[in-house]
């Protein structure tokens, strides 16, 4: 059965962390690694309005170098860097431990993991790892994994408490029941904070839903 965890790691060395502080209004979704010709590169998601000054900051982040934008969609631009820290967001040990990773998405300030585990030692071999790196490492959950548990792992607890508070309060009906002022007084927490978090909820959801099959478009 295994279990399912939510990781927040952070680290200025760990990969695009300074642009990640840089831009908390940005949402970065990492795809995946390749080594070509001894190089490691990576693949990530950028959801933004304004690419430009993010690319700006990419180009003078530490962590990476190269940062070329591959792919625009509707909702999201796919960009290719290269990097080779030896911090590792997950290392290859705790996949080898048996932990399968379901999204790591950019966090303020750094990056949320979820993961399924297989056993409970293999979290405490993450959370070593992180520990001999210099890595923060908090645990926002831990529960254990059952079927009905299968399709939890598209949002954060916290992304599906705004998203059903915010649907059953009115806040998606037209027009408007509720505004974000109603919302970040539900919540405490500020409108710009409401704002970040509905958007980088809806932007996973959509990225679940949409990325397969899409067609990049056209750029000048």
Not at 101 to 109: C, E, L, R
Request: hydrophobic residues 35%; negative net charge; glycine residues 4%.
């Amino acid at each position: 059965m295994g279990f399912i965890s939510e990781v927040h790691v952070v680290h200025d060395d760990l990969l695009l962390v300074p642009t990640i502080k840089r831009h908390p209004e940005v949402t970065i979704k990492y795809k995946y690694n390749t080594v070509v010709d001894g190089a490691e590169m990576y693949f990530v998601s950028i959801f933004a309005e304004d690419y430009s000054t993010v690319e700006e900051t990419m180009e003078g982040d530490g962590t990476i170098s190269d940062p070329t934008r591959v792919a625009t969609f509707e909702n999201r631009a796919i960009y290719r860097v290269t990097s080779s820290l030896e911090r590792k967001i997950v290392p290859d040990q705790c996949i080898k431990r048996g932990i399968y990773v379901f999204s790591i998405i950019s966090g303020d300030p750094g990056w949320t993991v979820r993961v399924h585990l297989p056993d409970r030692d293999a979290l405490a071999d993450f959370q070593q790892y992180c520990r001999d790196n210099n890595v923060s490492f908090r645990i926002t959950q831990l529960y254990e994994s059952t079927a009905s548990a299968d399709e939890s792992y598209l949002l954060t607890e916290q992304q599906r408490e705004i998203l059903s508070m915010a649907y059953y309060a009115g806040y998606y009906n037209i027009p408007r029941s509720v505004s974000q002022d109603y919302l970040a007084d539900r919540l405490g927490i500020s409108n710009s904070a409401v704002s970040q978090r509905l958007r980088r909820a809806v932007a996973e959801l959509l990225s679940a839903i949409l990325e397969d099959g899409q067609t990049p478009l056209q750029s000048d």
